[in-house]
């Protein structure tokens, strides 16, 4: 098949960008997304023209490092698919592509479709973890969690931390990711005791990142490829309201 | 390497400087501005009751809590109330759409939208819309300004002489329309920032939404259609 | 060069209890003037620099991935071992022990797998009290599953992504450090030698991938937990990111390297589709619970599976292994499942390809429970074949996916270069020859949390170390050399892509170092290896500059390791002259076609010593002695 890409192309942090058109003929439809790309920066390298700069790791779409925008929508069309596991059969034959990086103030970009999100990581630094000590754990089976709520637990814990769900809010918002790593340990046992002091810290963090705020859309769930629930977002809310009538009560 | 983390360990949660605290303060004073805008509804539903009854409740109001309080004064409690509720919605509104908008400097060329409905995507330029439209309707049933034979007190007669002329019902018509969509996703979304998903509540919370903020726009419409139908004179 | 395995004395039970209350500690304030340097962030490295932060010492912890948390251990989908009971189905450290030995195929050192069988326990602990949320039953306690090789279900699992949630357990536990100031991360960059100074490890030349800045980091102690090398097949179940150049630095500054030859060819992955590949895909063993895997009897059959009736499939796992059936070990399902294709029985394009069915087990179970048990698993098949296995059974085919051999280590973890210990996937230590499923995420946390933050102080607590800053004689000319090599890649102006000598290295080592091996061709490879390196470096092309962002010249960084590295490992199977798991030369095999070890005359493991590049390299054998266990032909039937 063929297929038409504008690539967001850009040097740098400063220096300016833009989208430049490649032609690729004979893609196969069992091809990866990724590995098209592969295939054009093989042949740019063998026209000595710079390759595209994009971030990938594990291609199978659970190290959450890949990540563009195609056609408007991060990870391309495909639900619950990162945009390594998205195959060419997705697209009909002659279709146009344009491919971004995902956009925020606080993803700087870094070299055409790769951007910096360490924002994300170090949401998690500021208390996204349940604070124990490496040898002082009880008996994994001495607290019974129900497994309602290990199962819950682990639908947040899915999270690959890849980005999409800022790179699909029209308001650049981080609120599905916070909302799914406070979900995951808030609703287990463990994570009790650090709960409000957890929501706090990874909402001012989140706020001192740069992030927009949730205006409820819910493009962010459309985008995750885990397919993280928005109810986490109120779980948050509801975490974060609290947290905060507890400490101020 | 990375940075090391800005805000270090602030473990008190700031409800009010954080984002998440804007939404909140958006949610309660968008309730208390429902709750007002339902109250409003089911007063001016009485228009169908004809002049009298129209007019005694419109006086009724003035009169509310007598006679241990003076005439009024009820009335300007809830006007406040009301005036500092708006005031804090469109503050927190405009905050949190700076935030949004500064959080992306560079746009897409296109970013589709999958999830989200016309309501919320029209919930800021909405909320401008309701704005002007919460003025003219002062200037025409408070105030009297526009109001093509202002009668104060007479308060059906108002009504029916704004709503006869046509443009002024299609205007009120389309505003009814632009407050239902601001109420849809606002209660959705009132209902979400404040928390509110436990089973059952997460089932019903669209249609809830959906179904109040439809019986809003159809209930106040109904008003300028009747007068245009004759109905009401 | 000596190899001294500094096993403790006594019953095997008792050494690491012993060992523990006898190797000398660091006193609190000391470790506060330490600075440990691990490189790495996936189980191994994570859980170790977290561990290390939290006992006190300052930590520079260094990732190529542009996070912590994208690691590879990330991928591993299964599950983690535990000798926990819960099943009371007679499970035991002890059983776990000598599964993991028979697994290995009598080639690990039984005093490390007893101790990693008995700190598997803590390691679930750990993990549960961290958050991680594996299974549960109803009751709200621990559920478990078998894999493949072992009689008992002793598998903790969550969902399809059991190595993920251990990863953000030790991501987080990392990050918490990182919040404290204990550990200083250095995502995106890439270590590219080792320093050495008198003899001990100092330090570490660092590449920032963004800037291109090459540095260099000093500390008291270099941990390496930078994973396994099965890229150098080109196409495996890593990520693309996975390489060889971080040991293999350190190999050539004087760390032994381990039974280089023992990689592990998974026998569940996705098959090929074609040249355009970049990586093959995995699809967990768990599948092999409920899957039954199976050929036409008939060659060249084309029929679609559904039509091909019962008596004419061939069960060939359950024919040959009746007590096991589809749960035969990793290394006897690949090769049985390369025999059949050999045969010409192979299914799909290019006859690449065996069923794995779960017709029956749907019959049985119900497509709920099925989808329950596997959603994800069948999904993700779905989305990469776009076929459904649950209307037609999947095609799956053998992939490179871990590999037993690394450094070589001792007891305490230490690398034959003092100061410098191997953890994870980048030791050979406790898999032998052969690993079995759900092993792997034991062993990196077991190295990571509970091993090497004990041992490592005992290297500290008795060597005297100077005060060296990177102004070093020592630093300064290894990271001169770093950075002239890494200029002679970009000024390299041949024809060919880095990409393109990739793929001819992993070709010639499938073909020649992969499922079977035979001695004319890992001659013939290893010739032709040598050939390939002197065509990369006047031939290759990677363009663009070393000052920034390149990832081309990444690539090509790790490629040049790997053509040298390619070399040792054919060297290695053609020394060992037995078969023994992974390691199937065809001249020694049973009549049933099993690898027939020769206990007698490689009994030992093979740590070779640099000798330069081109240059044979120096065997230094380690004698296995199996006190407890008594090797045996390992039998599935």
């Known amino acids: 098949m063929k297929v038409t890409l504008h690539v967001w192309r850009q040097a740098g942090p400063a220096a300016p960008g833009r ?3 490649y032609d690729m003929t004979d893609v196969s439809p069992d091809m990866s997304f990724l590995e098209m790309l ?212 | 390497m990375t940075p090391p983390v800005a805000a270090h360990a602030p473990a008190t949660p700031r409800l009010v400087r954080s984002l998440i605290g804007k939404k909140v303060i958006m949610a309660i004073t968008g309730v208390i501005l429902l ?33 241990f309080f003076p005439r009024g004064s009820l009335l300007w409690v809830a006007r406040v109330v009301l005036l500092v509720a708006v005031g804090a919605h469109i503050w927190a509104a405009i905050v949190v759409t700076r935030a949004s908008w500064g959080a992306r400097p560079v746009g897409y060329h296109a970013l589709e939208a999958v999830e989200t409905t016309y309501a919320a995507r029209t919930m800021r330029w909405g909320g401008v819309i309701i704005v002007l439209y919460v003025i003219y309707h002062l200037l025409d049933f408070t105030f009297g300004r526009v109001n093509p034979s202002f009668v104060p007190g007479d308060v059906y007669h108002n009504v029916i002489a704004s709503f006869r002329a046509w443009p002024v019902s299609a205007g009120y018509g389309v505003a009814m329309v632009v407050v239902g969509l601001h109420v849809y996703h606002g209660l959705w979304s009132a209902f979400q920032t404040l928390g509110l998903n436990r089973p059952p509540t997460v089932r019903w919370r669209r249609g809830v939404a959906g179904m109040v903020a439809g019986l809003i726009t159809a209930g106040y419409i109904a008003i300028p259609v009747a007068v245009l139908a004759g109905v009401l004179r | 060069m000596e190899l001294r395995s500094k096993v403790p004395s006594g019953p095997l039970a008792e050494q690491w209890e012993r060992h523990r209350a006898e190797i000398k500690l660091v006193n609190p304030a000391n470790k506060l003037k330490h600075r440990i340097i691990v490189v790495g962030s996936g189980l191994a490295g994570a859980s170790a620099a977290a561990s290390l932060a939290e006992l006190g010492y300052n930590v520079s912890c260094f990732c190529f991935q542009d996070s912590a948390r994208r690691a590879h251990s990330i991928a591993a989908q299964g599950g983690i071992n535990a000798a926990k009971n819960y099943q009371n189905d007679g499970d035991s450290v002890f059983r776990l022990f000598y599964d ?51 009689q008992v279900s002793r598998t903790f699992y969550a969902r399809g992504q059991t190595g993920q949630q251990l990863l953000l357990g030790a991501y987080q536990a990392l990050s918490r450090q990182i919040g404290l100031s204990k550990v200083t991360m250095y995502p995106r960059s890439e270590m590219l030698d080792l320093v050495v100074v008198d003899g001990r490890a100092r330090g570490i030349i660092v590449r920032d991938l963004v800037s291109g800045r090459v540095s260099a980091h000093g500390g008291d102690a270099v941990v390496l937990a930078t994973g396994g090398y099965s890229n150098v097949y080109y196409l495996s179940t890593n990520a693309k990111g996975c390489n060889v150049t971080a040991i293999w630095r350190a190999h050539k500054r004087g760390a032994a390297f381990a039974n280089p030859c023992f990689t592990q060819i998974h026998p569940t992955c996705i098959p090929v589709t074609g040249h355009h ?133 001792d007891y305490n973890l230490m690398t034959t270069i003092d100061g410098l210990y191997a953890i994870g996937e980048a030791n050979y230590s406790d898999h032998g020859a052969n690993r079995l499923g759900a092993s792997a995420l034991m062993q990196g946390l077991a190295d990571g949390y509970f091993i090497l933050p004990y041992t490592i102080g005992d290297y500290l607590a008795q060597v005297k170390l100077d005060q060296l800053d990177t102004a070093h004689p020592a630093f300064r000319r290894t990271q001169a050399e770093v950075s002239d090599r890494v200029n002679k890649l970009v000024a390299a102006g041949g024809r060919k892509s880095v990409d393109a000598f990739h793929r001819e290295l992993g070709r010639l080592l499938w073909d020649n170092c992969g499922m079977s091996r035979a001695a004319a061709g890992l001659q013939e490879a290893r010739d032709r290896i040598c050939v390939l390196r002197e065509e990369f470096w006047r031939d290759v092309y990677v363009g663009g500059t070393g000052e920034d962002f390149n990832q081309t010249l990444e690539h090509a960084g790790r490629v040049a390791d790997f053509l040298e590295f390619a070399e040792l490992m054919c060297h290695d199977a053609l020394h060992r002259e037995e078969s023994c798991g992974c390691h199937f030369r065809e001249e020694y095999q049973t009549p049933e076609g099993e690898a027939k070890r020769d206990d007698a005359r490689f009994g030992y493991v093979a740590a070779w010593e640099f000798a330069g590049v081109g240059v044979a390299p120096v065997l230094h054998r380690e004698p296995l002695e199996f006190a407890t266990v008594h090797p045996a032909q390992r039998s599935y039937t």
């Open chain 3, 100 to 150: 993991t030995v028979k697994g290995g195929d009598f080639r690990a050192r039984e005093a490390n797998v007893y101790r990693l069988a008995q700190i598997s326990v803590n390691i679930i602990d750990q993990c549960v009290a961290q958050g991680v949320p594996f299974a549960r039953e109803y009751g709200g306690l621990l559920a478990n599953r078998s894999f493949g090789g072992v």
């Open chain 1, 19 to 21: 989208f430049v058109r």
């Open chain 3, 277 to 409: 590949q970049a990586k093959l895909t995995l699809m967990s063993e768990s599948l092999r619970n409920d899957g039954r895997i199976w050929v036409p009897r008939r060659k060249g059959d084309t029929r679609s599976p559904n039509e091909i009736p019962d008596d004419e499939r061939d069960y060939y796992l359950e024919r040959l292994y009746p007590s096991y059936g589809n749960l035969a070990p990793r290394d006897i399902a690949s090769r049985r499942a390369k025999e059949v294709c050999d045969e010409g029985r192979g299914v799909g394009p290019g006859g690449h390809g065996v069923y794995l069915d779960f017709r029956d087990a749907i019959a049985r179970l119900g497509r709920e429970v099925i989808a329950e048990r596997y959603g994800n698993l069948f999904e993700m098949y779905q989305r990469i074949t776009a076929e459904n296995p649950f209307a037609a059974p999947m095609r799956i085919y053998p992939a490179p996916h871990y590999t037993m051999g690394g450094l070589w280590v």
């Open chain 2, 35 to 67: 709750l007002f805008v339902i109250a409003h509804l089911l007063g001016n539903l009485k228009v169908f009751q004809g002049a009298e009854h129209f007019n005694a409740y419109a006086e009724g109001l003035r009169t509310l809590g007598a006679p």
């Open chain 1, 38 to 249: 592969d295939v054009l920066n093989q042949q740019l390298i063998a026209r000595r023209e710079e390759p595209i700069a994009f971030d990938h790791d594990c291609r199978e779409g659970i190290c959450g490092a890949c990540g563009m925008v195609i056609n408007g929508r991060p990870h391309g069309p495909q639900r619950a698919t990162t945009a390594c596991q998205l195959h060419m059969r997705t697209f009909p034959d002659g279709a146009e592509l344009w491919i971004e990086p995902w956009r925020a103030r606080a993803f700087p970009l870094i070299k055409d479709l790769v951007v910096d999100r360490g924002a994300l990581d170090r949401i998690v630094q500021a208390g996204g973890f349940i604070t124990v000590r490496t040898g002082s754990a009880p008996e994994a089976n001495a607290i019974p969690v129900p497994k309602r709520d290990a199962d819950l637990a682990m639908d947040a814990a899915a999270c690959i931390g890849c980005g999409a769900c800022v790179a699909a809010c029209p308001n650049a918002s981080a609120m599905l990711f916070v909302a799914a790593k406070v979900s995951h340990l808030g609703l287990l046992p463990q994570g009790q005791p650090e709960r409000s002091t957890r929501v706090a810290n990874l909402v001012a963090q989140m706020d001192a990142e740069g992030f927009g705020a949730c205006t409820n859309h819910g493009e962010c769930m459309a985008a995750c490829p885990k397919e993280i629930s928005i109810d986490f977002i109120a779980r948050l809310n509801r975490d974060y309201i609290k947290a905060a009538i507890s400490h101020e009560g």
